[in-house]
Protein backbone atom coordinates (compact mmCIF):
# COMPACT_ATOMS: atom_id res chain seq x y z
CA UNK A 1 0.00 0.00 0.00
CA UNK A 2 3.02 2.34 0.95
CA UNK A 3 5.90 1.90 -1.32
CA UNK A 4 9.03 3.41 -0.32
CA UNK A 5 8.84 6.37 -3.01
CA UNK A 6 5.58 7.17 -1.39
CA UNK A 7 7.04 7.18 2.20
CA UNK A 8 9.71 8.95 1.16
CA UNK A 9 7.56 11.59 -0.65
CA UNK A 10 5.61 11.80 2.72
CA UNK A 11 8.63 12.72 4.62
CA UNK A 12 9.06 16.06 1.97
CA UNK A 13 5.47 16.78 3.43
CA UNK A 14 3.63 19.07 5.66
CA UNK A 15 2.49 16.97 7.95
CA UNK A 16 -0.83 16.19 8.92
CA UNK A 17 -2.34 15.67 5.77
CA UNK A 18 -4.82 13.60 4.00
CA UNK A 19 -3.68 11.13 1.51
CA UNK A 20 -5.97 9.94 -1.32
CA UNK A 21 -4.99 6.73 -3.36
CA UNK A 22 -6.78 7.21 -6.64
CA UNK A 23 -5.67 3.63 -7.59
CA UNK A 24 -8.15 2.10 -5.11
CA UNK A 25 -10.99 5.09 -5.74
CA UNK A 26 -10.96 3.80 -9.46
CA UNK A 27 -10.78 0.15 -8.69
CA UNK A 28 -14.13 0.55 -6.07
CA UNK A 29 -15.88 2.89 -8.45
CA UNK A 30 -15.05 0.02 -11.15
CA UNK A 31 -17.05 -2.83 -9.16
CA UNK A 32 -19.86 0.02 -8.36
CA UNK A 33 -19.94 0.26 -12.15
CA UNK A 34 -19.88 -3.33 -12.47
CA UNK A 35 -22.10 -4.55 -10.10
CA UNK A 36 -24.52 -1.52 -9.90
CA UNK A 37 -24.57 1.26 -12.34
CA UNK A 38 -24.70 -1.76 -14.78
CA UNK A 39 -28.02 -2.60 -13.18
CA UNK A 40 -29.52 0.57 -14.43
CA UNK A 41 -29.29 1.66 -10.72
CA UNK A 42 -28.87 4.95 -10.09
CA UNK A 43 -26.03 6.26 -7.36
CA UNK A 44 -25.47 9.39 -5.98
CA UNK A 45 -21.95 9.99 -3.88
CA UNK A 46 -23.18 11.71 -0.31
CA UNK A 47 -21.07 14.43 -0.57
CA UNK A 48 -20.84 14.06 3.45
CA UNK A 49 -18.45 11.88 3.28
CA UNK A 50 -15.66 13.71 1.09
CA UNK A 51 -16.65 16.63 -0.51
CA UNK A 52 -12.64 16.99 -2.24
CA UNK A 53 -12.69 18.58 -5.78
CA UNK A 54 -10.24 16.21 -7.40
CA UNK A 55 -12.26 12.92 -5.30
CA UNK A 56 -15.90 14.31 -6.36
CA UNK A 57 -14.39 15.00 -10.16
CA UNK A 58 -13.34 11.05 -10.71
CA UNK A 59 -16.61 10.18 -8.78
CA UNK A 60 -18.71 11.84 -11.29
CA UNK A 61 -16.67 10.58 -14.20
CA UNK A 62 -17.85 7.08 -13.29
CA UNK A 63 -20.87 7.95 -13.39
CA UNK A 64 -22.44 8.92 -10.05
CA UNK A 65 -24.38 11.27 -9.58
CA UNK A 66 -24.19 13.75 -6.29
CA UNK A 67 -26.59 13.79 -2.97
CA UNK A 68 -25.97 16.91 -0.66
CA UNK A 69 -27.53 17.83 2.52
CA UNK A 70 -26.76 21.87 2.29
CA UNK A 71 -26.32 24.38 -0.13
CA UNK A 72 -22.78 24.29 0.57
CA UNK A 73 -22.62 21.02 -1.17
CA UNK A 74 -24.99 22.18 -3.62
CA UNK A 75 -22.41 24.59 -4.68
CA UNK A 76 -19.60 21.89 -4.32
CA UNK A 77 -21.41 19.55 -6.30
CA UNK A 78 -21.88 21.92 -9.30
CA UNK A 79 -18.41 22.96 -9.45
CA UNK A 80 -17.00 19.64 -9.62
CA UNK A 81 -18.90 19.48 -12.57
CA UNK A 82 -22.34 17.34 -11.46
CA UNK A 83 -25.21 17.95 -13.67
CA UNK A 84 -27.88 19.83 -11.92
CA UNK A 85 -29.77 16.58 -12.79
CA UNK A 86 -28.08 14.43 -11.26
CA UNK A 87 -28.29 16.18 -7.97
CA UNK A 88 -30.85 15.04 -4.67
CA UNK A 89 -30.70 17.31 -1.87
CA UNK A 90 -31.38 15.76 1.51
CA UNK A 91 -31.57 16.89 5.03
CA UNK A 92 -33.94 17.36 8.08
CA UNK A 93 -33.23 20.90 8.20
CA UNK A 94 -33.02 22.85 5.25
CA UNK A 95 -33.00 26.64 5.01
CA UNK A 96 -35.18 28.76 2.56
CA UNK A 97 -32.39 29.79 0.83
CA UNK A 98 -30.52 26.48 0.44
CA UNK A 99 -34.08 25.07 -1.15
CA UNK A 100 -34.20 28.23 -2.96
CA UNK A 101 -30.65 27.95 -4.55
CA UNK A 102 -32.04 24.15 -5.71
CA UNK A 103 -35.05 25.05 -7.41
CA UNK A 104 -32.68 27.57 -8.84
CA UNK A 105 -30.60 25.18 -10.93
CA UNK A 106 -33.97 23.34 -11.15
CA UNK A 107 -31.84 20.15 -9.46
CA UNK A 108 -33.23 16.75 -9.37
CA UNK A 109 -35.36 16.06 -6.24
CA UNK A 110 -35.83 17.00 -3.00
CA UNK A 111 -35.68 14.52 -0.04
CA UNK A 112 -38.25 15.40 1.83
CA UNK A 113 -38.59 14.65 5.81
CA UNK A 114 -41.58 16.40 7.03
CA UNK A 115 -44.84 18.26 6.59
CA UNK A 116 -44.16 21.26 7.21
CA UNK A 117 -40.69 21.28 4.62
CA UNK A 118 -43.66 20.41 1.81
CA UNK A 119 -45.41 23.11 2.48
CA UNK A 120 -42.58 25.69 2.84
CA UNK A 121 -41.30 24.00 -0.05
CA UNK A 122 -43.92 24.24 -1.85
CA UNK A 123 -44.45 28.25 -1.46
CA UNK A 124 -40.62 28.73 -2.41
CA UNK A 125 -41.31 26.85 -5.61
CA UNK A 126 -44.53 28.56 -6.15
CA UNK A 127 -42.95 31.77 -5.57
CA UNK A 128 -40.21 31.18 -7.91
CA UNK A 129 -42.70 29.72 -10.67
CA UNK A 130 -40.84 26.47 -10.16
CA UNK A 131 -42.22 22.74 -9.96
CA UNK A 132 -39.88 21.30 -7.52
CA UNK A 133 -39.36 17.24 -7.89
CA UNK A 134 -39.55 15.51 -4.25
CA UNK A 135 -39.18 12.19 -2.87
CA UNK A 136 -40.52 11.19 0.56
CA UNK A 137 -38.25 10.01 3.00
CA UNK A 138 -39.88 7.74 5.52
CA UNK A 139 -38.83 6.79 8.21
CA UNK A 140 -38.56 2.26 8.06
CA UNK A 141 -38.53 1.84 11.68
CA UNK A 142 -35.33 -0.69 11.16
CA UNK A 143 -32.51 -1.33 13.14
CA UNK A 144 -29.77 -0.59 11.97
CA UNK A 145 -27.47 -2.56 14.25
CA UNK A 146 -24.32 0.03 13.84
CA UNK A 147 -23.38 2.81 16.59
CA UNK A 148 -26.31 4.64 18.02
CA UNK A 149 -25.12 7.86 16.90
CA UNK A 150 -25.08 6.47 13.68
CA UNK A 151 -28.11 5.00 13.07
CA UNK A 152 -31.08 6.81 11.43
CA UNK A 153 -34.00 4.84 10.52
CA UNK A 154 -35.80 4.19 13.65
CA UNK A 155 -39.19 5.90 15.02
CA UNK A 156 -36.78 7.92 17.96
CA UNK A 157 -34.60 9.05 15.35
CA UNK A 158 -35.24 12.82 13.60
CA UNK A 159 -35.19 11.87 10.07
CA UNK A 160 -37.88 11.44 7.92
CA UNK A 161 -41.60 10.76 8.03
CA UNK A 162 -43.09 8.40 10.49
CA UNK A 163 -45.93 5.82 8.96
CA UNK A 164 -48.04 7.34 11.24
CA UNK A 165 -48.09 10.90 9.42
CA UNK A 166 -47.88 9.25 6.06
CA UNK A 167 -51.42 9.65 5.04
CA UNK A 168 -51.84 12.95 6.22
CA UNK A 169 -48.81 14.11 3.81
CA UNK A 170 -50.88 11.97 0.84
CA UNK A 171 -54.10 13.79 1.69
CA UNK A 172 -52.10 17.03 1.61
CA UNK A 173 -50.07 16.58 -1.40
CA UNK A 174 -52.26 16.96 -4.15
CA UNK A 175 -53.13 20.23 -3.02
CA UNK A 176 -49.29 21.17 -3.00
CA UNK A 177 -49.36 21.97 -6.15
CA UNK A 178 -45.82 23.08 -7.14
CA UNK A 179 -44.87 20.04 -5.94
CA UNK A 180 -44.23 17.04 -8.00
CA UNK A 181 -44.25 13.67 -6.00
CA UNK A 182 -41.75 11.49 -7.59
CA UNK A 183 -40.10 8.62 -5.07
CA UNK A 184 -40.02 7.58 -1.67
CA UNK A 185 -36.36 7.37 0.16
CA UNK A 186 -34.78 5.99 2.86
CA UNK A 187 -31.54 5.43 4.73
CA UNK A 188 -31.26 3.65 8.10
CA UNK A 189 -27.41 4.77 9.00
CA UNK A 190 -24.02 3.91 8.15
CA UNK A 191 -21.00 1.73 8.07
CA UNK A 192 -23.51 -1.66 8.64
CA UNK A 193 -21.87 -4.68 7.99
CA UNK A 194 -24.25 -7.25 8.70
CA UNK A 195 -26.80 -7.10 5.58
CA UNK A 196 -29.96 -8.27 7.75
CA UNK A 197 -30.99 -4.57 8.17
CA UNK A 198 -30.59 -4.22 4.64
CA UNK A 199 -32.87 -7.20 4.20
CA UNK A 200 -35.43 -5.80 6.56
CA UNK A 201 -35.61 -2.25 4.72
CA UNK A 202 -36.65 -3.54 1.19
CA UNK A 203 -39.36 -5.39 2.99
CA UNK A 204 -40.31 -2.52 4.47
CA UNK A 205 -39.53 -0.39 0.90
CA UNK A 206 -42.00 -2.96 -1.25
CA UNK A 207 -44.65 -2.42 0.98
CA UNK A 208 -44.84 1.20 1.37
CA UNK A 209 -44.02 1.35 -2.49
CA UNK A 210 -47.27 -0.59 -3.06
CA UNK A 211 -48.83 1.47 -0.66
CA UNK A 212 -48.70 4.90 -1.91
CA UNK A 213 -48.80 3.61 -5.60
CA UNK A 214 -52.59 2.13 -4.22
CA UNK A 215 -53.33 5.22 -3.75
CA UNK A 216 -53.03 6.27 -7.13
CA UNK A 217 -49.14 8.02 -7.09
CA UNK A 218 -46.60 7.45 -9.37
CA UNK A 219 -43.30 6.69 -7.62
CA UNK A 220 -40.19 6.54 -10.07
CA UNK A 221 -37.85 6.52 -7.75
CA UNK A 222 -36.96 3.95 -5.04
CA UNK A 223 -33.92 5.46 -3.15
CA UNK A 224 -32.76 2.78 -0.32
CA UNK A 225 -30.15 5.02 0.69
CA UNK A 226 -26.50 4.64 1.88
CA UNK A 227 -25.30 2.73 4.61
CA UNK A 228 -23.20 -0.04 3.57
CA UNK A 229 -19.90 -0.30 6.03
CA UNK A 230 -16.05 -0.76 5.19
CA UNK A 231 -13.46 -3.11 7.34
CA UNK A 232 -11.82 -0.94 9.22
CA UNK A 233 -9.50 -3.81 10.66
CA UNK A 234 -7.86 -4.52 7.35
CA UNK A 235 -8.07 -1.99 4.70
CA UNK A 236 -5.66 -3.67 3.13
CA UNK A 237 -7.54 -7.44 2.25
CA UNK A 238 -10.32 -5.66 2.41
CA UNK A 239 -9.81 -2.51 0.00
CA UNK A 240 -12.50 -2.51 -2.18
CA UNK A 241 -16.26 -3.27 -0.07
CA UNK A 242 -18.10 -6.51 -1.42
CA UNK A 243 -20.71 -4.36 -4.07
CA UNK A 244 -22.00 -7.73 -5.40
CA UNK A 245 -23.01 -8.99 -2.25
CA UNK A 246 -24.75 -5.32 -1.59
CA UNK A 247 -25.95 -4.59 -4.90
CA UNK A 248 -27.11 -8.07 -5.41
CA UNK A 249 -29.17 -8.04 -2.16
CA UNK A 250 -31.18 -5.74 -3.30
CA UNK A 251 -31.34 -6.71 -6.77
CA UNK A 252 -33.13 -10.11 -5.05
CA UNK A 253 -35.24 -8.51 -2.55
CA UNK A 254 -36.62 -5.33 -3.62
CA UNK A 255 -39.67 -5.21 -5.90
CA UNK A 256 -40.15 -2.92 -8.92
CA UNK A 257 -42.64 -1.83 -10.92
CA UNK A 258 -42.02 -1.30 -14.41
CA UNK A 259 -41.39 2.33 -14.14
CA UNK A 260 -39.23 2.63 -11.62
CA UNK A 261 -36.00 2.63 -10.74
CA UNK A 262 -33.56 1.65 -7.89
CA UNK A 263 -31.81 4.78 -6.23
CA UNK A 264 -28.58 4.62 -3.73
CA UNK A 265 -26.60 7.07 -1.98
CA UNK A 266 -23.47 5.74 -1.17
CA UNK A 267 -20.73 7.77 0.95
CA UNK A 268 -18.38 5.46 2.88
CA UNK A 269 -18.40 2.55 0.74
CA UNK A 270 -16.86 4.71 -2.01
CA UNK A 271 -14.13 6.70 -0.42
CA UNK A 272 -13.54 5.19 2.85
CA UNK A 273 -10.59 3.00 2.12
CA UNK A 274 -8.91 5.40 -0.61
CA UNK A 275 -8.23 7.63 2.36
CA UNK A 276 -5.55 7.62 5.07
CA UNK A 277 -4.30 10.87 7.22
CA UNK A 278 -0.73 10.81 7.79
CA UNK A 279 0.95 11.85 10.73
CA UNK A 280 4.46 12.31 12.22
CA UNK A 281 5.64 11.33 15.54
CA UNK A 282 6.39 14.39 17.33
CA UNK A 283 7.31 12.84 20.85
CA UNK A 284 7.53 9.48 22.40
CA UNK A 285 6.34 9.31 26.16
CA UNK A 286 6.58 6.78 28.86
CA UNK A 287 4.63 7.24 31.31
CA UNK A 288 4.02 5.70 34.26
CA UNK A 289 1.51 2.84 33.22
CA UNK A 290 1.79 3.39 29.50
CA UNK A 291 3.94 4.37 26.60
CA UNK A 292 2.83 7.20 24.58
CA UNK A 293 3.12 8.39 20.64
CA UNK A 294 1.95 11.58 20.13
CA UNK A 295 1.64 12.46 17.17
CA UNK A 296 0.94 15.69 15.20
CA UNK A 297 -2.65 14.78 13.73
CA UNK A 298 -5.33 15.10 16.64
CA UNK A 299 -9.21 14.82 16.39
CA UNK A 300 -9.20 18.25 14.74
CA UNK A 301 -8.22 15.93 11.93
CA UNK A 302 -9.99 13.04 12.26
CA UNK A 303 -13.10 13.32 15.17
CA UNK A 304 -14.15 9.66 14.27
CA UNK A 305 -12.20 8.29 17.41
CA UNK A 306 -12.77 10.91 19.78
CA UNK A 307 -16.81 10.63 18.68
CA UNK A 308 -17.55 7.31 18.09
CA UNK A 309 -14.84 5.43 19.68
CA UNK A 310 -13.86 4.30 16.12
CA UNK A 311 -10.65 2.09 15.65
CA UNK A 312 -9.12 3.55 12.60
CA UNK A 313 -5.95 0.97 11.45
CA UNK A 314 -2.56 2.73 12.44
CA UNK A 315 0.51 1.27 10.16
CA UNK A 316 3.75 2.59 11.25
CA UNK A 317 5.37 4.05 7.68
CA UNK A 318 9.34 3.88 8.80
CA UNK A 319 10.25 1.99 11.54
CA UNK A 320 10.21 -1.90 11.76
CA UNK A 321 11.54 -2.42 14.68
CA UNK A 322 10.34 -4.76 17.18
CA UNK A 323 6.85 -4.01 18.86
CA UNK A 324 5.62 -2.39 21.71
CA UNK A 325 2.59 -0.86 23.31
CA UNK A 326 1.16 2.63 22.88
CA UNK A 327 -1.48 4.98 23.59
CA UNK A 328 -1.09 7.27 19.94
CA UNK A 329 -2.79 10.49 20.73
CA UNK A 330 -2.50 14.01 19.39
CA UNK A 331 -1.75 17.13 20.44
CA UNK A 332 -4.98 18.58 21.40
CA UNK A 333 -6.03 19.11 25.18
CA UNK A 334 -8.50 16.80 25.81
CA UNK A 335 -8.03 13.42 26.94
CA UNK A 336 -10.79 12.08 24.08
CA UNK A 337 -7.78 13.37 21.31
CA UNK A 338 -6.44 9.57 21.52
CA UNK A 339 -6.52 7.24 18.18
CA UNK A 340 -5.78 4.43 19.73
CA UNK A 341 -5.19 3.04 23.30
CA UNK A 342 -2.57 -0.38 23.94
CA UNK A 343 -2.37 -1.01 19.95
CA UNK A 344 0.90 -2.74 19.15
CA UNK A 345 3.13 -1.44 16.71
CA UNK A 346 6.75 -0.96 15.84
CA UNK A 347 8.73 0.71 18.26
CA UNK A 348 8.75 4.74 17.22
CA UNK A 349 10.77 7.44 17.20
CA UNK A 350 10.34 11.10 16.86
CA UNK A 351 9.73 11.93 13.02
CA UNK A 352 8.49 8.28 12.29
CA UNK A 353 5.58 8.89 9.59
CA UNK A 354 2.23 6.93 10.45
CA UNK A 355 -0.54 6.47 8.43
CA UNK A 356 -4.06 6.38 9.99
CA UNK A 357 -6.08 4.20 7.47
CA UNK A 358 -9.41 4.32 6.85
CA UNK A 359 -10.01 7.74 6.56
CA UNK A 360 -11.15 8.83 3.44
CA UNK A 361 -14.73 9.42 4.53
CA UNK A 362 -16.29 11.35 7.31
CA UNK A 363 -12.54 12.70 7.85
CA UNK A 364 -11.29 15.63 6.24
CA UNK A 365 -14.51 17.07 5.89
CA UNK A 366 -15.16 16.65 9.44
CA UNK A 367 -11.74 18.45 10.52
CA UNK A 368 -12.51 21.73 13.24
CA UNK A 369 -10.68 24.84 13.84
CA UNK A 370 -10.62 23.96 17.01
CA UNK A 371 -6.93 25.03 18.51
CA UNK A 372 -6.30 27.24 14.76
CA UNK A 373 -4.72 24.11 13.82
CA UNK A 374 -3.06 23.69 10.53
CA UNK A 375 -4.80 23.03 7.26
CA UNK A 376 -2.02 21.25 5.01
CA UNK A 377 -3.07 20.44 1.48
CA UNK A 378 -4.53 16.63 1.07
CA UNK A 379 -1.93 14.66 -1.43
CA UNK A 380 -3.17 12.58 -4.43
CA UNK A 381 -1.19 9.37 -5.58
CA UNK A 382 -1.25 10.22 -9.12
CA UNK A 383 0.80 13.97 -8.13
CA UNK A 384 3.42 11.16 -5.91
CA UNK A 385 3.69 9.24 -9.31
CA UNK A 386 4.67 12.17 -11.29
CA UNK A 387 6.86 13.91 -8.79
CA UNK A 388 8.96 10.16 -8.73
CA UNK A 389 8.94 10.51 -12.65
CA UNK A 390 10.74 13.38 -12.40
N1 LIG B 1 -27.98 9.27 2.76
C1 LIG B 1 -28.33 9.88 3.90
C2 LIG B 1 -29.66 10.45 4.01
C3 LIG B 1 -27.42 9.96 4.98
O1 LIG B 1 -27.78 10.54 6.10
C4 LIG B 1 -26.12 9.38 4.83
C5 LIG B 1 -25.15 9.45 5.92
C6 LIG B 1 -25.80 8.78 3.60
C7 LIG B 1 -26.76 8.73 2.60
C8 LIG B 1 -24.46 8.14 3.34
O2 LIG B 1 -24.26 7.08 4.18
P1 LIG B 1 -22.95 6.14 4.03
O3 LIG B 1 -23.08 5.37 2.73
O4 LIG B 1 -21.77 7.01 4.04
O5 LIG B 1 -23.02 5.28 5.22
N2 LIG B 1 -20.01 10.84 10.53
C9 LIG B 1 -20.38 9.45 10.70
C10 LIG B 1 -21.30 8.98 9.61
C11 LIG B 1 -22.57 9.79 9.50
C12 LIG B 1 -23.45 9.33 8.36
C13 LIG B 1 -24.55 10.29 8.13
N3 LIG B 1 -25.42 10.00 7.04
C14 LIG B 1 -19.11 8.61 10.78
O6 LIG B 1 -18.03 9.16 10.73
O7 LIG B 1 -19.19 7.39 10.92
Same mark, same amino acid.
Given at each position: ?F?S??TD??R?Q ?7 D ?8 D ?9 G ?17 T ?10 V ?10 A ?5 D ?8 S????E ?9 F??E ?12 G ?8 A??L????E ?6 ? *? ?7 F???ES ?9 P ?10 H ?5 Q ?6 F?E ?5 N ?14 V ?6 F ?12 P?F ?15 H? =????E???S??G??G????EV?? *???G ?6 V ?6 E??R????K ?7 ? *?? =? ?9 G?I?E ?5 R??V????V??G?I ?5 AG????V???A ?6 N ?14
Open positions: MPEVYFNKTPFYFYLDVLNATLQIKKHGLSKYHIHFALKANNQLRMLEIRDAGLGADCSGGEINRALEGFAPDIAFAGVGKDEEMLGLKHDIFCNCSLQELKVLNELAQHGKTARILRNPNVADTHEYI *TTGLNENKGINELDTVLELLKLENLELIGIFHIGSIENMKPRLCDKARLNNYIEGKGFELTINVGGGGINYDHPNEHAIDERFFGLFEQHITLKPQ =NLHFLGRVTQCSLITLF *TKTQVKNFAVDAGMTLIPALYAAHRIDVL *TS =NKEKKTYDVVPCSSDTFKGELPEQRDIAIRSAYGEMRSYNLRPEPSVYSDEIVSAVKK
